[in-house]
Nanobody, 121 residues
Framework: QVQLVESGGGLVQAGGSLRLSCAAS???????MGWFRQAPGKQRDFVGG????????VYGDIAKGRFTISRDNAKNTVYLQLNSLKPEDTAVYYC???????????????RGQGTQVTVSS
């Protein structure tokens, strides 16, 4: 059974930082992973994705310059470092599994439940 469990969300002031983690289990092969976010009443945004090897990382427009993705395959964990946070970054952030190209198009095979990030002004 595939499980993706996110952690690290919380309440932070504008300009602050958070580091989100996504621990994966039940996946027998190496896989590409990505992060999405969705705020109430808004469309889902692609934050970024990382190839199974960790050497190829792509970011959505919302992430460029402020967010960083990394992964530790030994721990089956992918990370999302959020810097210079703004109130408009408030959303549920969740990780997902799929091919990198599909993730960029918003398509994934599995996703976690998400972790809430709230940025106060």
């Amino acid at each position: 059974q595939v499980q993706l469990v996110e952690s690290g969300g919380g309440l932070v002031q504008a300009g602050g930082s958070l580091r989100l983690s996504c621990a994966a289990s039940g996946l027998g092969l190496s896989y590409d992973m990505g992060w999405f976010r969705q705020a109430p009443g808004k469309q889902r945004d692609f934050v970024g994705g990382v190839r199974r090897s960790g050497t190829n990382i792509v970011y959505g427009d919302i992430a460029k310059g402020r967010f960083t993705i990394s992964r530790d395959n030994a721990k089956n964990t992918v990370y999302l470092q959020l810097n210079s946070l703004k109130p408009e970054d408030t959303a549920v952030y969740y990780c997902a599994v799929g091919t990198l190209g599909a993730l960029q198009a918003g398509v994934f095979a599995y996703r976690g439940q998400g972790t809430q990030v709230t940025v106060s002004s």
